[in-house]
């Protein structure tokens, strides 16, 4: 038999041939009851569907260790190159800023004139003074050869060789006195302590300068440190000899090795120094601030892809699988990076299966799917 489905139309005429206190009750029945059976299945609330995961496992990595630090770029010793003589003016500047010398070189020039005048003055002094050591010498020894004939008295003998005894000292301090006015033309000549770069000038063509004037600044040996700030807790991790790189302000790298640390943490601040040599190949340039990475040696590392690990309000979490294919949030800490993986540090169960991605619609016991893909180890 054909079954027959009632159209809205022919309810209501059904309903009016039945008793009044029928009707209302025909009239409370819900509205489903009319609808046709495509529009009620249209009509029922879709079945919530678990999300497909696929799982991973924590891998032991060999990963290299490194501490990141920052602070100031300087060179390692400074020479101050300064007037040993004074009074005189500069008549020649040889070295500009910039300017990369040997050890010994002439940087700049006094005005010699005087004293060149003064070392002719000082060496006809020393020939007076050893003509009269001559002299000196040969009166004492007529004074000797006649001694024995009573000629000459002890005292006078004695006079003679007092005489002698005074021209020697006046020989000794003529030629000291001439030695003082070579090195003081010596002193004309301003030239660089050691081999190095000129950082600063600032002796100018005809000054007069006085004896200690700062005339140049010599960056020794053109050798450039990194003096990186380290922490208390960071010190005892650090070694001479380790290695380095920085990140340079503008954008290339230079390479150093440690050579010290300081024997103290400055009260200020409670940061000590680690200074590193610089590679003298680089740009760096002193006076700049850097940041790096100093390389600790290889330690084993737990990761996991990046895209395991979830952000929420700060924190970062992972999702673990359970039994029943639950999901349970668990909160990690991240360590080192490494292209697309992750370190997770502290106390996380390294055999557990970590849901590999979709953390961010995710929440604490949500059921989940494992895909064919990630249900393997």
Known sequence: MKKQHLTLAGLISAALLLPAGLIGIVLLLPITLWQSPAQAAQAA?????ALAVETIYMQPRIWPQSLALSGGIHAWQEASISAETGGLRITALHADVGTVVRKGQVL?????DSIQ???RQNEAGLKQARVALGAARSDLDRARAVADSGALSAQKIEQYAQALQTAEADVAAAEAKLAASRITLGHTRISASDDGVITKRSA????????????FTLQRQQRLEWRAEVDASQLSSIKPGMQATLQ???????????RQLAPALDSSNRLALAYIDLAGNSSARAGMYASGQLSLGQQMAYTVPASAVTVRDGRQYVFELQAGNLVRQREVKVGRRQGNDVELLGKTDRSAALVKSGGGFLNDGDSVRVSQSGAAR
């Open 45 to 49: 609330p879709a079945r919530a569907t």
């Open 108 to 112: 700049a020039e006094l005005f010699a």
């Open 117 to 119: 005048t003064d070392i």
């Open 204 to 215: 100018q063509l005809g000054q007069v300068v006085s004896s200690g004037t700062e005339l």
């Open 248 to 258: 340079l302000p503008d954008g290339n790298t230079a390479s150093g090795r440690v």
